[in-house]
């Protein structure tokens, strides 16, 4: 079982930046992959990015690559996600997902946390 806990949301002006982190519970933080996902008001959620347990590699949506970086210290069973030149459309309520294999799809993730808005303003 693993929970996991958003924070770093809120409010920014267009070209700003923030730095969402995401907090695990459970011993095996370390064999999971890790993924962010978004979801606009009546738009579904979408994929943003992820980073895998082996090897950390991470793959972006188009719409953010370049902008946003996902990395992840097992150490401290926590992912982040530092989202820079923050756009309007990047508003949302960001949701952070983990499960064993690293992919785009929401079936793949077993565990999610309870969401941290992101609003940014133009």
């Known amino acids: 079982q693993v929970q996991l806990v958003e924070s770093g949301g809120g409010l920014v002006q267009a070209g700003g930046s923030l730095r969402l982190s995401c907090a695990a519970s459970g011993r095996t933080f370390s064999r999971y992959a890790m993924c962010w996902f978004r979801q606009a008001p009546g738009k579904d959620r979408e994929f943003v990015g992820l980073?895998?347990?082996?090897?950390?590699?991470?793959d972006y949506a188009a719409s953010v690559k370049g902008r946003f970086t996902i990395s992840r210290d097992n150490a401290k069973n926590t992912v982040y996600q530092q989202m820079n030149s923050l756009k309007p459309e990047d508003t949302a309520v960001y949701y952070c997902?983990?499960?064993?294999?690293?992919?785009?799809?929401?079936?793949?993730?077993?565990?999610w946390g309870q969401g941290t808005q992101v609003t940014v303003s133009s």
């Open positions: 980073i895998s347990w082996v090897g950390f590699n991470t």
């Open positions: 997902a983990a499960g064993p294999r690293a992919a785009r799809g929401e079936y793949e993730y077993d565990y």
